[in-house]
């Protein structure tokens, strides 16, 4: 089975600062990735899938980038409604694997 | 507006079953694969099965395998998790999540909550 691992688990930040998480794969999943951004007691968000290609009505100060097994999602200026924990995904046609996510929290 | 609605969720004691219910509305239902994915307090998502449009594909996360049933109703909008034989570690917030053209999820219900717990 594949798997993915976020880094970091926790990342501290202020607003306006650029910020770059990435997942990597156990194994090469060409861009087989997607983002998630979830908030406490919501349901997750998608951001990016294919790996960058972003999803209608995110804002454009989300990106990803990354082929193979080294992805990574970066968010140019963070804003305040940001904050939240971020998951990658790796998606083939018989199952669906999630990183263990990246909690991005005020510094 | 595509609208997802999980319900069923319940406290159970370990080696009990429940039956979950996702009632879909907004899209064509009966053109796309679902999936259930879950989320236990405080920790990651876990993805739990998925099912193809016409029931035809089935698949499962190995930890559910053998305990758990997918299915769906086409002609009632409907998506079903049959859980058997719950354990302490399956108690966590059910998501129903609707299957873009992509593979990825891009439509999540609020959730149900399982507990399973003596």
């Known amino acids: 089975d594949i798997r993915m691992t976020q880094s970091p688990s926790t990342l501290s930040a202020a607003v306006g600062d650029r910020v770059t998480i990435t997942c990597r794969a156990s194994q090469s999943i060409s861009r087989w990735l997607a983002w998630y951004q979830q908030k406490p007691g919501k349901a997750p968000k998608v951001l990016i899938y294919?790996?960058?290609n972003l999803e209608s009505g995110v804002p454009s100060r989300f990106s990803g980038s990354g082929s193979e097994t080294e992805f990574t999602l970066t968010i140019s200026s963070l804003q305040p409604d940001d904050f939240a924990t971020y998951y990658c995904q790796h998606y083939n046609t018989y199952s669906r694997t999630f990183g263990q996510g990246t909690k991005v929290e005020i510094k | 507006e595509v609208q997802l609605v999980e319900s069923g969720g319940v406290v159970v004691q370990p080696g009990g079953s429940v039956r979950l219910s996702c009632a879909a509305s907004?899209?064509?239902?009966?053109?796309?694969?679902m999936h259930w994915v879950r989320q236990a307090p405080g920790k990651g998502l876990e993805w739990v099965s998925l099912?193809?449009?016409?029931?035809?594909?089935?698949f499962y996360a190995d930890s559910v395998k053998g305990r758990f049933t997918i299915s769906r109703d086409n002609s009632k909008n409907s998506l079903y998790l049959q859980m058997n034989s719950l354990r302490t570690e399956d108690t966590a917030l059910y998501y129903c999540?609707?299957?873009?053209?992509?593979?990825?999820?891009?439509?999540w219900g609020q959730g149900t909550l399982v507990t399973v717990s003596a």
């Open positions: 999540a609707k299957d873009s053209n992509e593979y990825y999820f891009d439509h």
């Open positions: 907004g899209f064509a239902f009966e053109n796309n694969m």
């Open positions: 099912i193809s449009w016409d029931g035809g594909s089935i």
């Open positions: 294919r790996a960058s």
